[in-house]
Nanobody, 123 residues
Framework: QLQLVESGGGLVQPGGSLRLSCAAS????????IGWFRQAPGKEREGVSC????????SYADSVKGRFTISKDKAKRTVYLQMNSLKPEDTAVYYC????????????????WGQGTQVTVSS
């Protein structure tokens, strides 16, 4: 069974950067779309970015386009989310997840979830 573990969260000042990692074990990630989601207190979980299993194409939420970059290292079975120019509104728990559906960014379409990592953007 596929297991996902996130790491790389922390406290960063506005304008700073963080790189989140999502390490997979149990099953190859090649057959799954891997997505990043976030959930702030009192808000619904929202899709941030995903990378397709079929052709490696990427998708981003409008709120992070131009600032966040998703990438995948197949050999390491790890998906990364590089986050630049961070804003206080990016503060949330970030989750990675896997879906057998190609190129989707809706939480309900994802079957496997990590435990989440906290990102706090504050001065």
């Amino acid at each position: 069974q596929l297991q996902l573990v996130e790491s790389g969260g922390g406290l960063v000042q506005p304008g700073g950067s963080l790189r989140l990692s999502c390490a997979a074990s149990g099953v190859t990630v090649d057959y799954y779309t891997i997505g990043w989601f976030r959930q702030a207190p009192g808000k619904e979980r929202e899709g941030v970015s995903c990378i397709s299993s079929s052709d490696g194409s990427t998708s981003y939420a409008d709120s992070v386009k131009g600032r966040f970059t998703i990438s995948k290292d197949k050999a390491k079975r790890t998906v990364y989310l590089q986050m630049n120019s961070l804003k206080p509104e990016d503060t949330a728990v970030y989750y990675c997840a896997a879906s057998i559906i190609d190129d989707v960014l809706r939480p309900d379409d994802y079957d496997y979830w990590g435990q989440g990592t906290q990102v706090t953007v504050s001065s």
